[in-house]
């Protein structure tokens, strides 16, 4: 994580977005409340976020949905993850971004982000109790799926971290409940 000379909280970040210091040019998250860029989209990336969201929709059961690199809120953080799985909200999420009791999972597609998604943003999700956390390693052909988080602590991290490549199917569990088994190669090229 880059040095920050001031860390600012989430309603901080938030009157930023108001008063027209940010806008949505603006390339940046907020981690660990620090400002920082993200990076920037190439075919690959995009692609993958397609085929997965593509692949996924279709097996989440009533009551859950698949948001596109839209904001969650995670403590100090609020990251824009490329994927993550949502409890529907009946006012379409208005009024507050998911926070970690509506989140399912959250998956980042990697191919110049992989440091950045094993690291900070894992560390974030797992401080949050965000239950699943994938990286589709595009790069390495791999998907990493992270479960068992360890909620606040001061290293958080997840209990369990399985590696799935291609000819591998990864389970698809919302819950606690497995919903269907899915293959790499349905992510990944």
Request: hydrophobic letters at 40%; charged letters at 25%.
């Amino acid at each position: 994580m880059p040095t920050a000379l001031q860390r600012i909280t989430v309603d901080e970040y938030h009157q930023m977005i108001a008063d027209g210091v940010l806008t949505e040019d603006d390339r940046v998250e907020l981690l660990d409340g620090h400002l920082v860029e993200k990076m920037p989209h190439d075919p690959l990336h995009d692609g993958t976020i397609q085929k997965t969201n593509r692949r996924l929709t279709p097996l989440l059961p009533a009551g859950w949905e698949l948001r596109v690199q839209m904001v969650v809120s995670l403590g100090a953080s609020e990251p824009e993850p490329d994927l993550a799985i949502v409890r529907e909200d009946p006012n379409e999420y208005l009024a507050h971004h998911p926070g970690p009791s509506e989140i399912g999972a959250i998956i980042e597609v990697a191919n110049t982000s992989l440091d950045t998604d094993r690291e900070d943003k894992l560390r974030i999700s797992a401080r949050a109790g965000v239950p699943i956390y994938w990286i589709v390693d595009v790069v390495n052909r791999a998907v990493e799926v992270y479960e068992l988080p360890s909620g606040p602590s001061p290293d958080p991290s997840y209990g369990s971290c399985s590696v799935y490549r291609p000819g591998d199917s990864i389970p698809l569990a919302l819950a606690g409940v497995q919903l269907a088994r899915v293959q790499v190669a349905d992510f990944i090229k």
